[in-house]
């Protein structure tokens, strides 16, 4: 429950920040659309740069205490940007460098969480908890832009960040009252930083359900990232909405996302994991078309993106908690850092590649060609999720239970 409330008001918290940044960029520093797609990549090159060391790193560390690090990390570089802004120094740049410096904390928090939930639950609870922190992502996702939108409507948008700062703080003190000791990780046999790294990207290559979902992922996270940055441009320039006026679209289009996660224990019993991985995956790319083809009825666009946020939301919601559940539940407590750290490599590292391949492809193609290319892309890649052992999987078998971090303490 600490971890719970630690996490959901982290992610509103990001949510907010999210919208914040964007109407900042292009409405109070006139950013070019390169300078936006270099500020969206900033904000996950964390992830490829040092993507892979981290799992590694947090494997010999204690998880609790990297997170509780890395949202003190978040507070000061948030605050930063109201001070500035106040004393008349914001530019884009001193963005930029406040989104590198919260996707290097990200980083650590997101691997270490990932890692920390079957230490608490155990393994046969691991889908269950999974599900409640991601029905806590889309209750921010519902939130957050709406919260977003109204602060940016009443304030400047610099100090919505305050309350972003805020809700990091709150993350780090929920998480820091977990009850329970957390041991020290037993040193690796072999020290060496790379050979640890190796041995989790050997596992992941090697395990015949996950080294092809890898790669999946990887080419979906590419596409999936430009179509995000871009839909805030599409949005405010192409369709001329205001940011609080997307944020309320994004809120409403995101209760999807809750019935998704509500949803999830029914589909999957019916469909199989594999199953529901796969057309879970599909059917929330292709109901992303609606986001370019919402230029084409410009009366009727909220009603479109509100549609196509409502069915992406709940597909992909699927989809996300039963591959994150089936490769926590098969991976050895051991590698647990490495993997998580490895396919957050899969979707985060590559993520500032779809930013600045968004960038150049709208300012040479227009944001709406653009658009069209980057959903497509992430189509082709969901269909060839159906082609991997994953999708003729049913059910992976329970292993052995671990024991919680209760137990241990």
Known sequence: MHLWTGETASQIGFQVASLSTSAIAITLLDATDQQIGLLGALQTVAFLLIGLPAGAWVDRWRKRRTMIAADLVRVVALVSIPVAWWFGTLTIWHLMAVAAVLGFATVFFDVSYQSFVPSIVGTDQIGEANGRMEA?????????????????GVLAAPAAYLLTAATYALSAIAIGRIPGHEARPEPPDDPRLWHQVNEGLDYVRGERLLGPLFICISVAALAGQGVQVLLPVLALRELGMSATTLGTLLSVGAIGGVLGALARPWIVDRLGEGHSIVICNVVAMVASLGLPLSVLVPSHASAVLIATNLVSSFFVT?????????????????????????????????????????????SHLGVVVAMYLFVAGTILAGMAMGATPVARLNRVSLPARQPRLADAA
Do not use: D, E, K
Not at 140 to 152: E, M
């Open 318 to 362: 699927i989809y996300n908690i039963t591959q994150m559940s089936l490769r926590q539940r098969i991976c050895p407590p051991a590698l647990l850092g490495r993997l998580n750290a490895t396919f957050r490599f899969a979707v985060w590292g590559v993520m500032p590649i779809g930013a600045l391949l968004a960038g150049f492809a709208a």
């Open 136 to 152: 806590s992502f889309q209750v921010a996702r519902v939130g957050g832009p709406g919260l977003a939108g109204w602060l940016l």
